[in-house]
């Protein structure tokens, strides 16, 4: 049931306010962890703060599958790891420069190029294997669970490596655990606060379907990404901010779609082709980018998957119903 425009906005709002404020728990709760275990906030961006951060997701994927809207729990994931990178690293590294850990740049950016071509792999079967539908299947479900396995595995190989010597707040255990659990929490209830009033907003605005999806939702999913990172890169801890991003792109593939896929089976409709290429291809500009910068993502970076994410809504809107790859 639709609500106001009125009071769509005003929960919109305060959603954000709890989006905000959360990911300031997150932050403060999972780096005092970090500092009691002895391990670098890298690991605890790629993990903790990734399954906090990604929970929205996960709630709206599984809903959707169990719905049947398998449309918007595939352009969910795909929007939401595009808006990860172009908009909200965009943003992140406009306000302060990140700079990355060569782990980061050759293994675990790496890893999250790997699952953004794998989605487009799985999902045309047709293409590949000569079947006569689209689907990311239960098998395909447990492909991305057992490589979600390998990067757990990972993140514990290298989770006595020291993180960077930076101030961290340290608090007790208890209050630790509480700012994060608490952090987690609100990241959801503000997530999904954001997500149900947008997506009223812009049903009344007569938005398609397929916009609500790739826009609305996978930015409003994404907004806990942005608050926790650019929180994080304000308090210096650049580990925690570009491992969080990362990281998040890496468990909405192999661990959201993985569970959802087990699930109810996703059909994978070929005009989302085009997305999915794109979204791969952010996450290879962000190896170059990277790269070019000597383990830096400068500001002009900032500004250039910004304007490029401006550039990829404009082409949402404007763009015919049916293109190469991408007709229904």
């Known amino acids: 049931m639709l609500t106001s425009p009125l009071i769509s906005l005003g929960l919109l709002i305060l959603g954000l306010g709890i989006l905000v404020k959360s990911a300031n728990w997150l932050v403060s709760g999972s780096s005092s962890i970090a500092k009691k275990w002895g391990i670098s906030s890298l690991v605890i961006g790629l993990t903790v703060v990734s399954f906090g951060t990604s929970a929205p997701e996960f709630l709206v994927n599984l809903i ?28 992140t590294t406009i306000i302060t420069p990140l700079a990355v850990k060569k782990n980061t740049t050759f293994k675990e950016i790496p890893f999250a190029m790997l699952a953004a071509v794998l989605v487009i792999l799985f999902g045309n079967d047709s293409f590949f294997d000569g079947n006569s539908f689209n689907a990311i299947t ?15 595995y990972y993140t ?5 490596i020291k993180g960077e010597k ?4 340290e608090y007790s255990w208890i209050t630790s655990m509480g700012l994060a659990l608490g952090g987690i929490i609100g990241l959801t209830i503000g997530g999904e606060l954001i997500v149900r009033h947008a ?26 990404e942005l608050a926790t990172s650019v929180v994080a890169a304000m308090n210096k801890k ?13 468990f909405n593939v192999f661990w959201i779609l993985g569970i959802t896929s087990i699930i109810k089976p996703i059909p994978f409709n070929a005009s989302i082709n085009v997305d999915a290429i794109f979204s791969a291809f952010a996450a290879l500009l962000l190896f170059i980018a990277v790269i070019i910068g000597k383990h830096r993502i400068e500001k002009w970076h900032g ?17 015919p119903e049916c293109l190469p790859l991408y007709c229904k």
């Open 64 to 91: 959707s599958a169990f719905h049947g809207n398998t449309d918007l729990a595939i352009g969910n994931i795909i929007g939401s790891n595009t808006a990860n990178i172009l908009l909200i690293l965009g943003i």
């Open 166 to 169: 930076e101030h961290i707040d």
């Open 138 to 152: 239960r098998t395909d479900g447990f492909a991305f669970l057992a490589l979600f396995v390998i990067f757990l």
């Open 156 to 160: 514990y190989g290298i989770s006595k």
């Open 303 to 319: 500004y250039v998957f910004f304007f490029l994410y401006l550039g990829y809504l404009g082409f949402l809107v404007i763009a």
């Open 199 to 224: 997506s009223n907003l812009a049903v009344y605005a007569g938005l398609s379907d397929r916009i609500i999806g790739l826009t609305i939702v996978a930015i409003g999913t994404s907004l806990p």
């Open 238 to 250: 650049a580990d925690l901010a570009i491992g969080n991003i990362v990281g998040s792109n890496i």
